[in-house]
Every structure is written in structure tokens, then in C-alpha cells.
């Protein structure tokens, strides 16, 4: 079975860093891109970049460029999403899906979700 | 910047055809593909190049795109289909969701 496996919920004050993970198994994990999309509370879909694992090539929305940083580790099939410096405006819930390059995501993790709060 | 607009709500009495439209520049040049969301759920993938269906969805689902406009149909809406559904496109590398509209049965 094809599945995305994400890290558990986080609980973060301003400022601080963090990386939340998504493991992929079932299928060849480089043979696919990695979607991050984030979901803010009671709010729509926001695509926030891809990386392809097979050579760690990462693209981004304008939206998020510099805020955040996508990476994988193809040899754990681990794709990740971390922050350097967290905002409240951070809370939310993170999913990750696999992307049929470069069209569609096809199976989607259950999703992390962000507290940022003092 | 380019943006997929898609109208708030929509309503469908049981075993209606629901059109859900999603309107963006050029969008028949694009592939448009359709996310179905159910409340603390991830979404899944309905419609994708669009017109083709998952393994797994059923037939009730199909969409199509011309000119500005792609539309998502349901036809014999049950109400296990409620839910908020959304469209995506891509616009020069990057991934564009629409605004999303939550479909009711009455």
C-alpha cells in the first residue's frame, strides 16, 4: 500500500525551529515529487513548494520562499519541512503528497499540525 | 498573479447534478485536477487532467475545461459527498489551489 507517514503534532513558541517529517513507502520513493501544502484553521489549500528527491531539486511559491526549507533524505524515503524561526502566523496543519510530476498529488499524507503560541 | 476562483457554496438536493465551476486566465490550457476534502480528513484527489477519474472514485465524478472555466460534476450527489472540494492548476512551476467551495445535501 502507497502511504505518507507524517510526524506528529507539534507544540512551538515563537522563535523557535523546527522540522516536521514525511515518510513515503510502498512505492519507489525518487520515482515521485513531494508536495508540501499548508491549511490554516477553518481556511483553503496553500501550496508551498515540491522537491524531487532523486537529486533533492526544490521549488517554491513565491509565498513561501524563504520562510521555510523543503529537503528529503532518499535513503530513509524522508521528506521534510523545517523553519528556522517560527511565527504564530505559522499555526496550522501541514500536509505532504506525492506529486505525479507535474501534474496532480495523487496519496497524501494525514497531515502535522503547527501550534505556535507564548 | 494567477488565481483560481471558485464560488463559496454550492447546494444539491440528493440524487442532483451538483456543478462546481473554477475560473481562472486561460484555464483550458492548463490541466485542471479537483480535490474532494470531508471535515478532519486529508484531501484526496478526484479528477485529475481534466477529465480522468482515480481508481477507486466513482463514476459519478467527472469534470471538464474550456476557455476560462473548468467545472466539476457529480451526478446522483449522495450525501456521503458533501465536502469541500477544490481545484488546482499550475502556473510556471507553481502549484495554484482555488478558493474551495463547500458543497451541502440537502
Known amino acids: 500500500e502507497v502511504q505518507l507517514v507524517q510526524s506528529g503534532a507539534e507544540v512551538k513558541k515563537p522563535g523557535e525551529s523546527l522540522r516536521i517529517s514525511c515518510k513515503g513507502s510502498?512505492?519507489?520513493?525518487?520515482?515521485?515529487?513531494i508536495s508540501w501544502v499548508r491549511q490554516m484553521p477553518g481556511k483553503g489549500l496553500e501550496w508551498m513548494g515540491r522537491?524531487?528527491?532523486?537529486?533533492?531539486?526544490?521549488n517554491y511559491s513565491p509565498s513561501f520562499q524563504g520562510h521555510v526549507t523543503i529537503s528529503a533524505d532518499k535513503s530513509i524515503s524522508t521528506a521534510y519541512l523545517q523553519w528556522s524561526s517560527l511565527k504564530a502566523s505559522d499555526t496550522a496543519m501541514y500536509y505532504c503528497?506525492?506529486?505525479?510530476?507535474?501534474?496532480?498529488?495523487?496519496?497524501w499524507g494525514k497531515g502535522t499540525t503547527v501550534t505556535v503560541s507564548s | 498573479s494567477f488565481d483560481l476562483t471558485q464560488p463559496p457554496s454550492e447546494s444539491v438536493s440528493p440524487g442532483q447534478t451538483a456543478n462546481i465551476p473554477c475560473s481562472g486566465d486561460?484555464?483550458?490550457?492548463?490541466?485542471v485536477c479537483w480535490y474532494q476534502q470531508k471535515p478532519g480528513q486529508s484531501p484526496v484527489l478526484v479528477i485529475y487532467q481534466d477529465t480522468k477519474r482515480p481508481s477507486g472514485i466513482p463514476e459519478r465524478f467527472s469534470g471538464s475545461s474550456s476557455g476560462n472555466t473548468a467545472t466539476l460534476t457529480i451526478s446522483g450527489t449522495q450525501a456521503s459527498d458533501e465536502a469541500d472540494y477544490y481545484c488546482q492548476a499550475w502556473d510556471n512551476g507553481t502549484a495554484v489551489f482555488g478558493t474551495g467551495t463547500k458543497v451541502t445535501v440537502l
Open positions: 522537491i524531487d528527491p532523486s537529486d533533492s531539486y526544490t
Open positions: 486561460k484555464l483550458g490550457d492548463r490541466y
Open positions: 510502498g512505492y519507489s520513493f525518487t520515482s515521485y515529487w
Open positions: 503528497a506525492r506529486q505525479v510530476a507535474p501534474y496532480y498529488m495523487d496519496v
